[in-house]
């Protein structure tokens, strides 16, 4: 007890560095949705469809490669045209994840049997250094 009062400044030190180091685990652990790993494991092995749900310049910009566009603001009508296979895997993507979380309600209320949200949207993709085509 002695040896942590006299040397608190570097028991003090040890605990915040050991924060440090946790807290972006702690931070992508909270965050609902697929990881970036979790979606590419979905999309090679279960062919999972992809759909960007940002507007059509954001989509433009840059986006995962293969996925197809379909606004949140139309997805209520235009999902089952554009993925009509509502057994197979679905991932929706945006920018933060936020706008996907709304799109897979709107999906889960379609029929969409296996609908999933990249969580922390593209941000987090890029973060992963994963690849993106452009329009």
Request: proline share 4%; with cysteine.
């Amino acid at each position: 007890m002695n040896f942590l009062i006299d040397n608190w400044l570097l028991v003090l030190v040890a605990l915040t560095s050991g924060i440090a180091l946790l807290l972006p685990n702690l931070q992508t652990m909270g965050a609902p949705g697929l990881s970036p790993t979790q979606a590419v494991l979905m999309i090679n092995r279960e062919k999972a469809n992809v759909v960007d749900v940002r507007s059509a310049d954001e989509f433009a910009s840059g986006h995962l490669i293969g996925s197809r566009h379909v606004a949140l603001d139309t997805i209520s009508t235009e999902l089952t045209k554009t993925v009509p296979d509502k057994k197979r895997p679905l991932i929706l993507v945006c920018a933060s994840g936020m706008r996907s979380q709304k799109a897979q309600r709107i999906a889960q209320q379609l029929g969409y049997e296996n609908v999933h949200s990249l969580g922390g949207g593209l941000k987090i993709w890029q973060d992963a250094n994963l690849p993106l085509e452009k329009a």
